[in-house]
């Protein structure tokens, strides 16, 4: 599947051993060696759709890494609010066993990438511009030249499509008219230092140095549609 995506996209959302300003680790060795396996059961039982198309590939690497990684480490990793930033690093994870929806984005987001899919993480720093609303993060999945947002196991309690013929964003819990209301501004982030934009860190607005791109605009055109 490796074979369908753009270099610049390889380098920036595959690459790269860090998003945020989460703790740095090498992880990538890690997961590559739990997900492998899996990686080579999948290409065997799905060889053909596996090297030709790119959305249905994509989406069985992503349904089996979201399903499958979270109880490859010892225990099975949970969602539990409020630990960003005391446990959001992949290693953190791991040694606690649980993170809230930053800490799990991140962790998917390196799983995905250990095994060559291009993943960023997303998301808003206040609901409906106010932060007594709270904030939420997610992650985006780069499928045929396109990213699409989806979400964590532990976090949205199932695993969602993400291949051309199922993929629905109304299915997520905070895709909707009332969470993209138009005061919701939404960012992912990326590598170039060069951005426009920055990635704003909810649990520390004075940190403005982490690259990002603003996807404001089109997940209230998404979302807005949603009821």
Same mark, same amino acid.
């Given at each position: ?5 753009p270099k ?25 060696d ?13 060889s ?13 690497v ?14 099975n ?8 930033p ?14 809230s ?5 991140i ?7 250990s ?5 960023r ?28 947002? $989806?979400?964590?196991?532990?976090? +949205? ?5 993400? %291949?051309? @013929?199922?993929? *629905? ?9 009332f ?9 992912? $982030?990326r590598?170039?230092?060069? +951005? ?5 860190? %909810?649990? @520390?607005?004075? *940190?403005?140095g982490?690259?990002g791109?603003?996807?404001?605009d ?10």
């Amino acid at each position: 599947w490796t074979s369908h995506i753009p270099k610049d996209i390889f380098y920036e959302y595959v690459l790269p051993f860090a998003l945020i300003n989460e703790g740095r680790s090498n992880w990538r060795p890690l997961f590559h060696d739990a997900l492998s396996p899996l990686m080579k059961e999948l290409i065997e039982l799905n060889s053909d759709e596996i090297r030709w198309n790119d959305s249905a590939s994509i989406d069985k690497v992503y349904k089996v890494v979201n399903e499958k990684v979270w109880s490859m480490f010892g225990k099975n990793i949970y969602f539990k609010s409020g630990q960003t930033p005391l446990i959001y690093d992949p290693m953190s994870v791991i040694a606690f066993g649980y993170a809230s929806c930053t800490g799990l984005s991140i962790f998917l987001v390196n799983a995905l990438r250990s095994v060559g899919v291009p993943a960023r993480l997303a998301g808003t720093p206040a609901w409906n511009g106010s932060a007594e609303n709270g904030n939420h993060s997610w992650i985006e999945v780069y499928v045929n030249n396109e990213w699409r947002f $989806t979400e964590s196991l532990p976090a +949205a309690n199932g695993v969602i499509s993400i %291949a051309d @013929d199922s993929y *629905d964003p109304c299915n997520f819990w905070f895709c909707n008219s009332f969470k993209f209301d138009g005061q919701t501004r939404v960012y992912a $982030t990326r590598l170039d230092a060069s +951005a426009d934009d920055n990635f704003p860190l %909810a649990w @520390d607005a004075s *940190d403005t140095g982490v690259p990002g791109v603003d996807r404001t605009d089109f997940m209230t055109l998404t979302c807005s549609a949603c009821a």
